[in-house]
């Protein structure tokens, strides 16, 4: 089946730097693209989407870049604060259908 | 606050046994979404309703159901419940409609639900 993943399981940064959080899809037909953070005991928190016929969008301390010629979408966030701490979760909607989620990163901020 | 309400927060029950989990979805919301989150296999979608009716299908076991109610709150039914069912369930909602795959998705905070 379709299925979208990240390249990294874990990714740790020091405060103030920047992150950034890879994914990789793998239905050429998706066209909408969307990042969630969930912090723990929480549900998944809605950070920022893209569509296919974008390939940047920018938020407050977040951009997300989509590259449709090798399936990948990366997150970045700027001055990383310890309260980005979380793991960040990658959707991608095949044909304007329901969400096929990646396994997870989990950001850590160091001090 | 997502606006998305779920209970009970917290589940604890016995194999077997039959359980209903709540959620209310954001207000003028009218597709709701359940996904099942165990350590093992992350966010699994399970069935999507919208005004009512199901509108889409995941990777729901024929043990659980699922329904819409006039009033937009949704219930999900586990019954027969095993050990491997122990894991997060959240609700989500959307606008909906045509192409919703195309917009957010907002979350509740879960219930956790453990069977011993």
């Known amino acids: 089946g379709e299925s979208v993943g990240l390249h990294l399981p874990t990714l740790s940064v020091q405060e103030g730097d920047n992150s950034i959080i890879n994914c990789a899809y793998s239905?050429?037909?998706?066209?909408?693209f969307i990042w969630y953070k969930q912090e723990s005991g929480k549900g998944p928190q809605f950070i920022i989407d893209i569509r296919s016929n974008m390939d940047k969008r920018q938020g407050q301390r977040v951009t997300v870049l989509l590259n449709k010629t090798v399936k990948h979408l990366s997150l970045q966030i700027a001055a990383t604060q310890p309260g980005d701490s979380a793991v960040y979760f990658c959707a991608d909607s095949p044909y304007g259908q329901n969400f096929v989620f990646g396994p997870g990163t989990r950001l850590s901020v160091l001090p | 606050d997502s606006g998305v309400t779920q209970t009970p927060k917290h589940l604890i029950t016995a194999t077997g046994q039959r359980v209903t989990l709540r959620c209310s979805p954001r207000?003028?919301?009218?597709?709701v979404y359940w996904y099942q989150q165990s350590l093992d296999q992350g966010l699994q979608f399970l069935i999507q309703y919208y005004n009512g009716e199901e509108r889409a299908k995941g990777n729901i076991l024929e043990r659980f159901s699922a329904q819409q109610f006039p009033d937009l709150h949704s219930e999900l039914n586990l019954s027969s419940l095993e050990l491997g069912d122990s894991a997060l369930y959240f609700c989500?909602?959307?606008?909906?409609?045509?192409?919703?795959?195309?917009?957010?998705?907002?979350f509740g905070d879960g219930t956790r639900l453990s069977i011993l």
């Open positions: 989500a909602s959307s606008p909906g409609g045509t192409g919703s795959g195309n917009q957010p998705q907002h």
């Open positions: 239905n050429s037909a998706s066209d909408y």
């Open positions: 207000s003028g919301d009218l597709s």
